[in-house]
């Protein structure tokens, strides 16, 4: 069974430019949500999709931006990218949504803004 | 999210030392996950804890879960250098579908 596939793994933009990152989760998971990491902050949530629908949004500005397909492959959009916004984004899918529920983590796109 | 407290951000131990790593709520909690990340990698599922008052144990790892569900516990006994990465506790509250993470602890082992 594959697991989570994240595209692209590296990636170096410049201030100002938007990227699209793109998570597909194993085969049969409904539920993604995304996260940050940095060497300060740790993993910080940015939001959970499931059927197809934001459920859950974490503190970010609306530069970050989601959305879901119908085949459970999810992507994340950055607009105006900043250079704060270097980090590793790393997807989790889910079975379901739900409180007993494990995460399965893909590999992260390291996002590098120049 | 739930918000916890992890504590400490760093551990350096001797192989062969044992490591704990502590993950506290001011406020009761229904689960609470453990993942590792390995240098350069993702994290990774260890356990979940339900039940107050619950120890589970992989090996090495015990896992403890507090009485009052507000805290919980890692413990590693003689570690090793495969045991090396950041330990996340990653708590749920009541109807709360969303996995939020505590800042880690990060385990460096000297051989």
């Known amino acids: 069974k594959a697991g989570v596939t994240q595209t692209p793994r590296y990636l170096i933009k410049t201030r100002g430019q938007q990227v699209t990152l793109s998570c597909s989760p194993i085969s049969g998971h409904r539920s993604v949500s995304w996260y940050q990491q940095t060497p300060g902050q740790g993993l910080q949530f940015l939001f959970e999709?499931?059927?197809?629908?934001?459920?859950n949004k974490g503190n970010f500005p609306g530069r970050f931006s989601g959305r879901q397909f119908s085949n459970s492959r999810s992507e994340m959009n950055v607009s105006t990218l900043e250079l704060g916004d270097s980090a590793l984004y790393l997807c989790?899918?889910?079975?379901?949504?739900?409180?007993?529920?494990?995460?399965?983590f893909g590999q992260g796109t390291r996002l590098t803004v120049v | 999210g739930q918000q916890v407290m992890q504590i400490p951000q760093y551990q350096h131990v001797q192989e062969g030392e044992d490591f704990t790593t502590y993950c506290n709520s001011s406020t009761t909690l229904s689960n609470i996950q453990w993942y590792k990340q390995r240098p350069g990698g993702h994290p990774v599922f260890l356990i979940q804890?339900?039940?107050?008052?619950e120890v589970k144990k992989q090996k090495r790892l015990t896992f403890q879960f507090g009485e009052a569900k507000k805290n919980s516990s890692l413990h590693i006994t003689a570690t090793q250098t495969t045991d090396v990465g950041t330990y996340f506790c990653a708590p749920s509250g009541a109807g709360s579908y969303q996995l939020t993470f505590g800042k880690g602890t990060k385990l460096s082992v000297i051989p």
């Open positions: 999709y499931f059927s197809e629908t934001q459920r």
């Open positions: 804890l339900v039940k107050s008052g």
């Open positions: 989790a899918s889910s079975f379901n949504r739900g409180m007993n529920t494990e995460a399965f």
